[in-house]
């Protein structure tokens, strides 16, 4: 667009800046980034949002459940902070954290999984919204623990390197 500034289309230009300028701050206004659920999404970003189905993982990881009504939910809390200690040995045993909230967003490693994915957990599980759960799923497919109190991670550790494809896997990822 170009602007004439001269003294008849003075008036016209400064309308025509005017108009430029709303647009300007209302297009920035709405391609700013947005705060969702305390994660900064940018304009082009578009916010992914998986399903999560406990049988892709099957053979390939281990999964931990944690069930809970909501983030403010004191079990679900002290069990994120016992877990936030130990991110290195759930990568070595290659489990997945699985956080399904009844009020809030659900997660699967960081990554959101969509409604239907964690009301499907919930009913597979037979977990209500108002309860709070911890459910590992070894690689096989089975429960091999289920607590309704937070769980201390060393203790889930143990549990898992007890099992005998742990103890095959820490063989051969020690060759290595």
Partial sequence: MVLNLNSSESKLGNVNNSVLIALTLTASIVLSP?????????????????????????????????????????????????????????????????????TNKSYANGQLIDESSAANLRNRFRVDKENFRVILVGKDGGVKRSDTTPVPTTAIFEQIDAMPMRQQEMQERGRK
């Fill in 34 to 102: 947005v705060s969702i659920a305390g994660t900064v999404q940018g304009s082009t970003d578009t916010i992914k949002m998986s399903s999560f189905n406990l049988s892709s993982q099957k053979w390939q990881n281990r999964v931990l459940l944690v069930f809970a009504p909501s983030v403010d939910n004191p079990s679900y809390q002290q069990q994120m902070q016992l877990f936030d200690q130990h991110q290195n040995g759930f990568k070595d045993r290659d489990l997945v954290l699985v956080q399904v909230l009844a």
